[in-house]
Structure formats: structure tokens, C-alpha cells
């Protein structure tokens, strides 16, 4: 906007300045704007904050070979006018610039200079990684400033939550967090002798997922898994990832060939590369949230039309196999590049086939592979079940009803109304004889009616044929009873609407056949015989359901 001052100043001027034809006011004067100067104003940027870390004040921390450099090469990379095109890039390496305040300074002056929602910001750490506990005891991830003390870890170190609440407070949309670090103890990463201890006893499963919540970062990429080890190479003179991230802006990554390299095809040809030369023992991960038409460019610019793009960076996708056309092209997450027209393309895992399916695509489409899934897997599934009601107490079994059986009806909605929530309707029914105890001689019996209508917003945890789920219900509840003796009135009925919880499970055994298990506990509050009594009332069923 500073460049559009200049400009508006010259036309109120010219606006103020008298007609030569006379002393008419007003009267329109053509102007002349700077069209270069208006497009440089409006056309989005692209901007980076580079750190590197290799020397620490705390001789604890080991000092680091290449941290300096992998930053400062990918600053020459993106600097470069033939490949990143980049703005303005910042690189913090010297002493005084990597303390964890002068860190969180420059994330804060980047927040004032990247203020457009179309700005592509790129936010890159090389440095050690470690885990301490905070204030409150909960085990968080660190990354180790030069000023960072091994005796206070949590007071002196950038830890990720602080990052990530500055990184999330950039007004970009297409935004990239690149952390060349690890928190496994190994490589890149130092853990306190104690923590190590702590640790030991502890499976692996441990580091399977970050430990805070994941960042609303558009993309956020990894040099390792977590519990892996990022490591560091006197040959290439790099952090590996790095290297070949570095190398992928060169082109190569280029895998659509529309002239542009885009965050997400850079970090597949480094995750590929790096995985090929650490012989499996490093696999760079990456969490994104918003991939789609709005890609973030790193280098070059889209100049064509691109082939079609198939991908997959879902977690629950981990480990399967791309193919198409019968021939692997990838194992996610990642993606890859397709000839435009009808291709077959499968999901596959060892023997197992996820997904088989012919798809129409056409150049510079991008397919995530969810949407195939989800659409060659019905959300929607109606299920016969039956089994049992009955009270929670044992007062109410022997007063108001026994245990009884019941058939119901239950149909559910998948992703909806978000995704990994469902919709669960259901309706159940039961009638039949039974006989109240109320003396250890003296059974009353009678007849009785139940009817029940229940929705319910579960969450789904999905594991390709399995599905669990458990949430909130609320139940209407009809119960009617009429007593065969002549001592009782000729019949009673009360209705109630309930809350509870609902849980159960699916189990896929073919393409729309299902099996279904599901059970909910309910509180409401009955008068019998004039007295009030809260109770709680349960039941379990299972049966077979249709997906359509």
C-alpha cells in the first residue's frame, strides 16, 4: 500500500488544482496510474524466515555441522530469479539472531509483513530438538535456541506450542512450517539424561504422533516420523532432507510439468529421496490441512496446464500403495501424476485392495484419493438389529419391567454433519407377557409395550473395516403396561425423553453388507404408583446392515 501514496497524492492534487478552461468547480482530469506500480501493490508475495542453529552457549548441546549452511542454501535457492523468485527471505544463523527472543521477534515483525491472506510464507527451522516438561508436568517438544539451557529447558527454549501460536497468528492461507529437527534422542535431537531414563521403559508407539495438538498451519513438514532420527551428511554437506528439498526446487519435483514446484511436490521428491538414501531409516513426514486450488508455490510459476495430479496426505492412508493403470506409482502419503483420461487406480496393501476404481481425470485436475473413497464406499447404512431392554437398577427391573428382548432399526449417517461424526437415527420395539415380584411368592402378571426413538451424534474411529463409535443420545421412551388381576388398575403408561450416551461397533465383511453391534445408556426420571424415581434404562443389539 506504501507504493499507492505517491500515486493518490498526485491525483488529489490534480483534483484540487483549477480548470484552465475557467473557474468552474469540479470537472474530471484524466490521470495517469502507474499500472506496474498498482500490480505490484496487489500481486501476492512470497516471503521466508529461514533459521539455522549450529552452535549453542550450553556446551551440553552438541554443536551441529550444517544447520548454517542448509539455510542459507535454501535462501539462495528461493533468492534465486530462476527458481524461487521469492520476495524477501530473511536468514537468522549469526549468534546474536538465534536466541529464542530474537526467534519469536522475527516471527512477530513476519506476522506485520505478511499480512495478505494470498502471501506465501515459508517458515524453516534447522536446529536440535529435544522434549522437557512444562509447568503443569505434560511432556512437550522444544527446539533448542542457541541460548537454550540443558538445566531449564522449558524456560529457556522455543517450545512448539509457542511457535505454533505464532505461526497461526499469520494472516496467509498458504502458509508452510519446515521443521529439519527431531525429538527421538538420536541425531538432531538431545534429551536430558533423566528424560532419557524416563523414557526408556517406554514402547516406541510412544512417538508415534505429535505431542500438542496439531498446528492450523496450511502445511507442516518434517525432516523425520516422529521417534525417528533427522540426520546430517558430511557427502552432501546437509541436513539430508534439506538437500534434497533444496535439489526439488531446482525442478525435478516438478512431477504435473506445469512449470511451477509446489510445497507439497518438493516435499514428496525430498521424502522419496531421503527415505532411498537413509535406507528406510528416515521417513519425512507432514501434516496438511488445506491442499487443494490453492496450492503454495515455491518455485517457478505455473506457466501450462498441468497433468493430473492423484494424492493423499490422510494418516488413516499411511502405508497403502498407488496404483494406476496396474502399475505402483507411489506409497502414501504423497501423490502422482497421471496421463488426462479414463485411468484405473487402486489402493492397495500387500494382498489386501482398498479401492479399485475407473476415474475420468483431465489435465491440471487435482484428485484426492479421499474423495474416491468416499465415494466408492456408501456413507449411508440401514441395519435390522435385535436384542434386549432392560433397566439399570435392579428396583426397576422387579417394579416397572424385566429384562426383555426387542428388535429396532437403525440407520446412520457418515460425515455428517462433520467429518469423523455420524448421524445415528434408531426406532425399537418390544411387546410380550411378563410378572412383577413383589413378593417372593406373590408374581403380578401382565402385559406390556415399549417403543423407543433415539438420535445420536457419535464419532467415528475408522480403521479400514472396522469402525467404532461413541457419543451423546437422546431417546423418547414409551412404556405401557395392563395387569391381568383385578386388584391393579387395568393399565399403566408413562413417557420420557432422555439423554445418554451410545456406543458400538461396524465390521465390513463385504462391499455393502455389515455387521453391527450397538449399546446405550439412558437416565430419565418415572412415577410409579405416585412415586418419582430417576432410573436408568439400557439396551444392546446387533444385526446385519446394508450400505447404499
Known amino acids: 500500500m506504501r507504493n499507492l501514496l505517491p500515486i493518490l497524492l498526485v491525483a488529489l492534487t490534480a483534483c484540487a488544482t483549477p480548470s484552465s478552461q475557467g473557474m468552474e468547480k469540479g470537472g474530471l482530469v484524466p490521470l495517469r496510474l502507474d499500472e506496474e506500480a498498482l500490480s505490484s501493490a496487489y ?21 551441529l555441522r550444517y544447520p548454517a549452511k542448509d539455510a542459507t542454501d535454501l535462501a539462495a535457492a528461493m533468492l534465486d530469479p530462476a527458481r524461487g523468485r521469492f520476495d524477501q527471505v530473511r536468514v537468522l544463523t549469526r549468534t546474536e539472531d538465534t536466541t529464542r527472543a530474537a526467534i519469536l521477534a522475527a516471527l512477530r515483525e513476519l506476522r506485520k509483513q505478511a499480512h495478505r491472506p494470498d502471501d506465501v510464507v515459508v517458515v524453516y527451522f534447522s536446529a536440535h530438538g529435544t522434549l522437557a516438561r512444562d509447568a503443569t508436568g505434560e511432556l512437550r517438544r522444544f527446539l533448542v535456541t542457541r541460548d537454550a539451557s540443558y538445566r531449564a529447558i522449558a524456560q529457556t527454549a522455543l517450545s512448539m506450542d509457542m511457535l505454533k501460536a505464532e505461526f497461526d497468528a499469520l494472516s496467509s492461507r498458504r502458509r508452510l512450517l519446515v521443521l529439519a529437527s527431531c525429538h527421538s534422542g538420536n541425531g538432531k535431537s538431545l534429551l536430558p539424561k533423566e528424560l532419557e531414563k524416563e523414557l526408556a521403559g517406554v514402547k516406541s508407539g510412544f512417538y508415534a504422533r505429535p505431542l500438542e495438538e496439531s498446528s492450523r498451519a496450511s502445511m507442516v513438514f518434517a525432516a523425520c516420523d516422529w521417534g525417528e532420527t533427522a540426520r546430517e551428511d558430511e557427502g552432501l554437506r546437509n541436513d539430508i ?32 529421496r531421503t527415505f532411498a538414501f537413509t535406507e528406510g531409516r528416515q521417513r519425512p513426514s507432514a501434516e496438511i490441512l488445506e491442499v487443494g486450488a490453492d496450492p503454495v508455490v515455491l518455485s517457478g510459476n505455473i506457466a501450462r496446464t498441468g497433468r493430473p495430479e492423484l494424492f493423499s496426505y490422510n494418516p488413516r492412508l499411511d502405508g497403502f500403495t498407488l496404483k494406476v493403470d496396474g502399475e505402483a506409482r507411489t506409497e502414501l502419503p504423497g501423490g502422482a501424476a497421471v496421463t488426462p483420461g479414463k485411468r484405473t487406480v487402486e489402493l492397495t496393501k500387500g494382498d489386501a485392495v482398498l479401492l479399485r476404481r475407473d476415474v475420468e481425470v483431465s489435465a491440471g485436475e487435482r484428485l ?52 469423523d461424526f455420524g448421524l445415528l437415527f434408531d426406532v425399537s420395539f418390544s411387546t410380550g407377557r411378563r410378572a412383577l415380584q413383589l413378593q417372593p411368592d406373590d408374581e403380578i402378571p401382565f402385559r406390556y409395550t415399549t417403543f423407543s426413538a433415539g438420535m445420536a451424534l457419535p464419532y467415528l474411529w475408522r480403521w479400514e473395516r472396522l469402525t467404532l463409535f461413541a457419543g451423546p443420545r437422546v431417546a423418547a421412551l414409551y412404556l405401557g403396561r395392563s395387569f391381568e388381576v383385578d386388584t391393579l388398575a387395568s393399565g399403566q403408561s408413562f413417557f420420557t425423553v432422555s439423554p445418554g450416551v451410545v456406543g458400538g461397533m461396524v465390521l465390513r465383511v463385504g462391499e455393502r453388507l455389515e455387521l453391527m453391534t450397538q449399546a446405550q445408556l439412558m437416565l430419565t426420571y418415572v412415577v410409579v404408583d405416585g412415586e418419582g424415581q430417576a432410573v436408568g434404562f439400557t439396551g444392546g443389539w446387533a444385526g446385519v446392515g446394508y450400505r447404499f
Not at 500481486?43 to 554443536?63: C, K, N, Q, Y
Not at 532432507?241 to 519435483?253: C, D, K, N, P, R
Not at 516438478?254 to 521424502?271: C, I, K, L, M
Open 43 to 63: 500481486t501476492p508475495r512470497r516471503m521466508a524466515l529461514l533459521v539455522g542453529i549450529s552452535e549453542f552457549d550450553d556446551p551440553h548441546w552438541r554443536g
Open 241 to 272: 532432507y534439506t538437500h534434497f528439498l533444496v535439489e526439488g526446487l531446482g525442478g525435478g519435483a516438478d512431477r504435473n510439468t506445469d512449470g511451477a514446484v509446489t510445497a507439497t511436490e518438493a516435499h514428496d521428491y525430498a521424502r522419496r
Open 368 to 419: 484426492p484419493l479421499e474423495q474416491l473413497l468416499s465415494e466408492a464406499f456408501p456413507r449411508r447404512s440401514l441395519s435390522l438389529l435385535g436384542g434386549m431392554f432392560t433397566f439399570a437398577d435392579e428396583r426397576s427391573r422387579k417394579e416397572l419391567l424385566p429384562l426383555a428382548p426387542e428388535v429396532a432399526v437403525s440407520l446412520r449417517l457418515e460425515d455428517r454433519p462433520l467429518p
